[in-house]
């Protein structure tokens, strides 16, 4: 039993980065019907945004400008970085969007899709160009404190990026429902050829759905960085794959879905880890979500969308 | 004149769908313009809802202002122009509150917008004991109902309505029309396109009959009724 448990927290956190990512994908593809390809690059970005802003916060704090004790100064570090991070990355989608795909809102789904394909080279290489080859250290944000609940270690990180993750998908459910901004996205993801007759600026959508996935993804690259510190450029190519198939499981603009499902992907690599060679976890995760899919090809929810995309 | 078409003219791809046509509204008019299957009616209304691009040399002008220099949401937005679409194209994952809330995206006025729901709901009652449900589960009336309670709800100034009559009911299609005469009554002008040529000559007070994208024919609705022409085509003999 504690073996099971100790594995579940586990997945918990390895799920949550799939989730923080899987959620931007299926809202852009519920939104725009696009596959955003660069967003495991973005997620990449968010992660270096966060490094460099918290590595500056931290540099300021030594200055002994603001003289806080150090749990405080770490968490506050914490916290900002999130915030700040989460805001600037919004604006490297949004501006992934007005550049890259604006242009191509009426073209082939195709060149859309070769075009994030394409933006993520960019940002990968670019990163690489500008930062040079050399790994980057995410500092250590939370000095990490291990708690054993009857043979289950839980460490506070786990539990701060399993809290964020869940919070944030909560809230941007939420929004999505209740906000007005909210609705003019679901009413996109039906039938957006008539969204600007009810005086909704669709450009305006577009920019906010690649804004919040965007910023979510950054919160997930700063959690990834507290947890597993290395960064490198490359780092959200992989990540980026699995948490779009996690976008299509949950069901298509599906933010709930995209959680649950980045939540069930972290759960069957990590048992899929533990029982077998950690060789084979890819094969048999993506096997596994392979018979899932057999049998529930929209996901998991998932909005319904109009046949009459045309006027 | 409210609304002025000059030489409007729009393509898709090679196919040219209206060669130039010109056309008045005033305020206040119930004006219909009446033609086949693929006459190219609903091109002329997207055309006024900047849905789709217009040729070099088209001139739409309202209220004195190029109309062409808005988008599309803000025609709705700014000039009060709203457009219940061929099809009625609502949002059938949403509820019907959602639908009407949607409508009122651009709009500020906190107590004009509950004023405006208020009479959408007592112009359709039918939609107020609906208002929770989602608007695909609504029958082929009621979802009319609650087009045309979009419309009403996102712009006041003019209604453009393609084919209101379509799918509906010979009974319903009168409830709908009744409500339509309410809705100009109270100020609002409104240019619709059907395919019922004849439901849409006794409605309107104007009309223009639209033959493969060039205007015909057009004159005072009870002289179109009788023109012999008009009989043969559109009206049955």
């Known amino acids: 039993m504690a073996f099971f448990l100790q594995n579940l927290v586990n997945a918990l956190q390895w799920g949550s980065f799939y989730a923080l990512i899987a959620i931007g994908y299926s809202m852009v593809y519920g939104v725009l019907f696009l596959f955003n390809f660069a967003h495991g690059d973005i997620f990449m970005v968010g992660a270096y945004i966060g490094f460099f802003v918290s590595t500056g916060l931290l540099a300021l704090a030594s200055t002994g400008v603001v003289a806080l004790p150090e749990g405080v100064t770490l968490a506050l570090v914490l916290v900002l970085t999130l915030i700040i991070s989460m805001i600037l990355n919004s604006f490297v989608g949004m501006l992934v969007e007005r550049i890259g795909y604006r242009p191509l809102r009426n073209a082939p789904r195709a060149s859309a899709a070769i075009t994030g394909l394409m933006i993520g080279i960019i940002l990968e290489t670019g990163n690489l160009a500008i930062l040079g080859p050399q790994r980057r250290l995410f500092p250590d944000l939370i000095p990490t404190q291990t708690i054993t609940v009857a043979g289950v270690s839980i460490t506070n990180k786990k539990m701060l990026i399993v809290g964020i993750s869940i919070l944030l998908t909560v809230a941007l459910h939420q929004f999505v429902q209740r906000s007005k901004w909210g609705m003019a996205m679901r009413a996109m993801a039906y039938d957006y050829v008539v969204v600007p007759l009810m005086g909704i600026p669709v450009n305006t959508v577009a920019l906010m759905t690649f804004g919040l996935g965007s910023a979510l993804a950054a919160a997930g690259g700063i959690l990834y960085g507290t947890a597993y510190p290395v960064l490198d450029p490359n780092m959200g190519i992989l990540f980026g794959w699995k948490a779009f198939v996690a976008a299509i499981l949950g069901g298509r603009g599906s933010i709930l879905g995209a959680g649950v499902a980045g939540f069930l992907l972290g759960f069957i690599e990590i048992f899929v880890a533990t029982i077998f060679p950690s060789t084979m976890r890819n094969l048999i995760a993506f096997s596994i979500i392979m018979i899932i899919l057999t049998f529930r090809p929209h996901g998991f929810f998932g909005e319904p969308y109009s046949a009459r995309l045309r006027l | ?237």
């Not at chain 2, 509204?25 to 006024?48: F, H």
Request: proline share 3%.
């Open chain 2, 1 to 237: 004149m409210l609304l002025t078409i000059e030489n409007l003219r729009v393509s898709y791809g090679n196919i040219k769908a209206l060669h130039g046509i010109s056309f008045q509204v005033d305020e206040g008019e119930i004006v219909c313009i009446i033609g086949a299957n693929g006459a190219g009616k609903s091109t002329t209304l997207r055309a006024i809802s900047r849905l789709i691009p217009v040729e070099p040399g088209s001139k739409i002008t309202f209220d004195g202002k190029n109309l062409l220099d808005y988008p599309a949401d803000k025609v709705v937005a700014e000039l009060g122009i709203s457009h219940v679409p061929e099809g009625r194209r609502l949002f059938e994952n949403l509820t019907v509150m959602e639908n009407l809330r949607l409508a009122a995206f651009a709009r500020k006025d906190t107590a004009g917008i509950a004023r405006d729901m208020e009479r959408v709901f007592s112009i359709f009652p039918r939609l107020k004991e609906r208002i929770n449900q989602k608007a695909g589960t609504l029958s082929g009336g009621e979802q009319q109902m609650l087009a045309v309670g979009r419309a009403l709800v996102s712009a006041r100034r003019v209604m453009l309505l393609d084919e209101p009559s379509m799918g509906l009911a010979p009974l319903l299609m009168m409830d709908v029309f009744k409500a339509l005469k309410d809705i100009n009554k109270e100020g609002t002008t409104i240019l619709l396109v059907e395919q019922n040529a004849r439901m849409a000559l006794q409605f309107a007070q104007r009309g223009y009959v639209l033959e493969t994208g060039n205007l015909v024919l057009e004159g005072k609705s009870e002289d179109l009724l009788n023109n012999p022409d008009v009989k043969k085509a559109y009206l049955g003999g």
